[in-house]
């Protein structure tokens, strides 16, 4: 087969378009090199109006060119005269080309390509890879998720899981509202948990940037009859704002991570009478599942000690077994109990135990003033367990990348690697 025959046949060019040339071009080590594909059109080829489609002659032409996949080891270019048409309703227009989408200097292939690699890759590594400034290749990757978002459709969303993940140093957030999975009656999983809404800070104001966005694809607020969330002050003003009929779940994480901070909080201030406290952080902050033999053991001998610590960690096992009642009505019982005990153990001043559990106080405090959101859980049994899996995979990219130039770009990846999105590669309108 014939160079050109070749190429043309491995570019699924139609009539008029057709390859008019082949051109290698050899670097000096003579290991890389370039080839260029001319493309033309055939005399009196006529092209469809990009506004009403109808075919239309040839006007003016331009000489454009595109980066291309590869050949072997080689770069590829195509390089091609794009006419212009002139349309009698319309005037003179650039019509589209088939191989790439409107305005960009590389082919759909290549941008393909990008796209799927910036999933797995840091975009440093794939502009090593492909030999391209990295900014030109992320400007791919925005221009394809921002294209995938406009076709998302929330109209079917009636539950919201929303959670915070740092971005950068010194208290930088994004915040994420996901779609959890959804199953049929038998609990089984018909469509994927996805991320909705990326936006930063984690104020109440995020909850307003996230409806309009919402009802913007489709969505509709009233429909939305649960959200799980932390127990911030400031998303509970955001959602009792935009989402005022959904009933709010506090998620189970952060209601023991609440209590787990009055933990650790508790060992800190004991540790000034009871210094073989020190470098026993972990051992009190994980289950004792997690826990290795040798910290099961150093627990065990620490809490013969009757020391307070021990006590605030047998109050966050405790709690835990909240979320393993049967029922909701069991699950009410098990957490008032709770906070009836932990509430006399925490005021009782001798032996300094109101002020070594003065976290733990002011902590069943806020469980109590919270206890019928935390209990919701027992209606769907939602947690942000879903939502923590995407933060990792958030951290796990902006590691890869060694942090992100700005947070427009980490949103970005978020929504390509956890939004769920149907990628659709914009082919220019046809010739005819």
Not at 4 to 22: D, E, M, R
Not at 103 to 126: D, N, P, Q, R, W
Request: hydrophobic share 40%; charged share 25%.
């Amino acid at each position: 087969m014939h160079n050109k025959a070749l190429f043309q046949a491995a570019l699924g060019l139609s009539s008029p378009w057709f390859v008019a040339s082949v051109a290698f071009t050899p670097e000096a080590d003579e290991v890389r090199g370039r080839i260029v594909v001319g493309i033309g059109f055939k005399r009196g080829g006529r092209f469809p109006c990009p506004e009403c489609g109808a075919p239309c002659p040839a006007h003016d032409t331009d000489t454009q060119r595109w980066r291309h996949l590869a050949f072997f080891q080689h770069e590829a270019y195509l390089e091609a005269r794009v006419p212009r048409v002139r349309c009698e309703e319309h005037g003179v227009l650039r019509v589209g080309v088939p191989w790439a989408r409107p305005g960009s200097g590389f082919t759909l292939l290549f941008e393909a390509l990008v796209v799927e690699l910036s999933k797995h890759m840091a975009m440093a590594a794939i502009a090593r890879l492909v030999g391209e400034n990295d900014t030109r290749l992320w400007r791919i990757v925005r221009w394809h998720v921002e294209d995938a978002r406009e076709r998302v459709d929330m109209s079917a969303v009636r539950a919201v899981v929303v959670d915070e993940t740092s971005r950068a140093k010194r208290q930088n957030y994004v915040t994420l509202f996901l779609q959890p999975r959804e199953t049929d009656e038998e609990g089984l999983q018909t469509a994927p948990p996805r991320v909705l809404f990326v936006t930063e800070d984690r104020d109440h104001t995020v909850f307003h940037r996230f409806l309009a966005d919402f009802e913007a694809h489709g969505g509709r607020p009233v429909l939305v009859d649960d959200v799980c969330m932390d127990m911030s002050a400031a998303f509970q003003r955001g959602v009792s704002e935009t989402l005022p009929f959904a009933q709010v779940t506090f998620d189970r994480f952060h209601v023991v991570k609440l209590v787990g901070e009055a933990v650790d909080d508790a060992r800190r201030r004991e540790c000034r009478a009871a210094p073989e406290l020190k470098g026993t952080r972990f051992d009190w902050l994980l289950n004792p599942a997690d826990l290795s033999e040798k910290r099961r053991e150093r627990i065990r001998r620490l809490s013969a000690h009757n020391l307070l610590t021990a006590k605030a960690y047998q109050m966050r096992l405790t709690l835990q077994e909240t979320w393993l009642q049967p029922t909701a009505e069991e699950a009410r019982k098990h957490l008032t109990r709770w906070c009836a005990w932990v509430r006399r153990a925490t005021a009782e001043p001798k032996d300094g135990a109101a002020w070594v559990l003065e976290k733990m106080h002011t902590a069943v405090h806020t469980i109590r003033e919270g206890m019928d959101r935390i209990l919701n859980y027992f209606r769907l049994r939602q947690t942000s367990g879903v939502i923590e899996g995407v933060n990792g995979l958030a951290q796990a990219a902006r590691a890869r990348a060694r942090g992100y130039r700005n947070v427009d770009t980490f949103m970005t990846m978020i929504y390509l690697i956890a939004g769920d999105l149907e990628f659709e590669l914009p082919m220019a309108t046809h010739s005819r």
